[in-house]
């Protein structure tokens, strides 16, 4: 599964030694305390107090600094990203971090491939002129492979699905790794997540798409729904299904209008393989997974340093947990129903729905559009 992570290590040992201290006044001798603002069934939000006559509304996901938390009062000074105030410190949760970690501090070459390498050459030359279909509007998030030295902690023992021990590892790496799906440890070794608690290692430049051979990379890869895109393409490819739409070529214009300077100095021309998916819990419909190799993956969580990348820094945003208004427990969130989208996402109707990222953030959309050759197949990157 790839969502932004939630980095733990060394910043949850910082977070309980301040919080076994009385009356402890936030200080910037300290790395900044990050919580998750926890607001449930409450698509209207959750109070939080100002002052005595007046007080804001926050939401469930929110990320929030703990200003002021003294161990002996029910409500702790927090500041969002709008506001100062005091929330129930019940519903906080404090969100550890390495504080140390700087994922764009790396010898790796995150430069995109480029489209000889990843297309058949025919392709790549006739590309300007190939027939394109828009996809619609996509809303993107990161996914990045994990790295144990922004996850240190207790070793522990990684087990393949036949039983065998194969390496040790952090448990909060090896967390990561069922997280994102892949990652690399201080050894070296690199862990696949292969279900049940289980790991394969494997020795690929960043690591495995979604099968048929299809191998990721930083600032080319986007994982979607393949289910959906299926519906989307039904009326152009028969019997469609994954095997016959993975790898597709897509171009994103905004990301070729923003001109982003990548690691080699060359600007980003706009263009994607559809080669990776993620949990279908997540990643459906118009959402998208951007894959950054070992940049950052915009958490909200942390300081804005840990979690910068190349796409980020030029002001392409991710969703975040709060762009969902309606949750029924921490994670487990409400999608409006297709037919209750609103049709101007900026200006929705009253029976329009208004309590997911569509209403709440439409302007993280961003249009996608994929290419049919003269015969009508579809231009796909080579696995």
């Known amino acids: 599964m790839k969502l932004v992570p939630l ?3 060394s910043g949850i040992l910082l977070v309980s030694l301040l919080l076994l201290l009385p009356n402890i006044i936030y200080s910037q001798s300290h790395s900044p305390i990050y919580a998750k603002v926890l607001c449930l069934n409450s ?4 109070e939080c107090k100002i002052s005595e006559n007046k007080s804001a509304r926050i939401f469930h996901g929110e990320a929030a600094v703990l200003e002021e938390f003294p161990q002996n009062t029910e409500y702790w000074k927090i500041r969002t990203s709008k506001q100062i105030c005091q929330y129930p ?5 404090a969100l550890g971090y390495q504080s140390s970690f700087r994922p764009m501090q790396t010898s790796r070459d995150h430069s995109p491939k480029s ?3 990843l297309l058949q050459q025919e392709d790549a030359d006739r590309l300007e002129k190939t027939e394109s279909q828009s996809l619609g509007i996509y809303y993107p998030t990161y996914y990045h492979l994990a790295l144990e030295e922004a996850f240190p902690g207790t070793e522990i023992a990684a087990y393949s699905p036949s039983g065998k021990e194969i390496g040790r590892a952090s448990a909060t790496f090896l ?3 069922r997280w994102e799906g892949s990652g690399i440890a201080k050894d070296g070794k690199k862990y696949h997540f292969a279900g049940e608690g289980k790991y ?3 020795d690929l430049e960043w690591g495995w798409g979604a099968g048929y051979g299809y191998q990721v990379y930083p600032y080319r890869t986007i994982a979607i729904s393949f289910k959906d895109l299926c519906e989307k393409l039904r009326s152009k490819i028969s019997s469609c299904s994954k095997s016959k739409v993975i790898g597709a070529l897509a171009y994103i214009p905004k990301i070729k209008e923003k001109r982003i300077r990548m690691q080699d100095g060359k600007v980003h021309d706009g263009y994607f393989c559809l080669n990776d998916t993620g949990s279908p819990l997540y990643i459906r419909d118009d959402r998208m997974d951007i894959f950054v190799g070992v940049h950052g993956g915009g958490s909200p969580y942390q300081p ?3 979690s910068r990348n190349t796409f980020l820094d030029a002001g392409i945003f991710p969703l975040y947990p709060s762009d969902w208004r309606m949750y029924t427990s921490e994670k487990e969130r409400f999608w409006c129903p297709q037919e209750k989208l609103p049709r101007n996402p900026y200006s929705p109707s009253e029976t329009e729905c208004k309590l997911d990222y569509h209403a709440i953030a439409p302007e993280k959309g961003m249009e996608m559009r994929i290419f049919f050759r003269k015969d009508g197949s579809l231009v796909r990157c080579k696995p």
């Open 200 to 202: 394969e290692l494997y």
């Open 115 to 117: 489209l000889y390498q």
């Open 43 to 46: 698509p209207e939000g959750c």
């Open 304 to 306: 804005a340093e840990l």
């Open 89 to 93: 410190r019940k519903n906080l949760k």
């Open 175 to 177: 967390e990561q790794v």
């Open 7 to 9: 980095p733990l290590g």
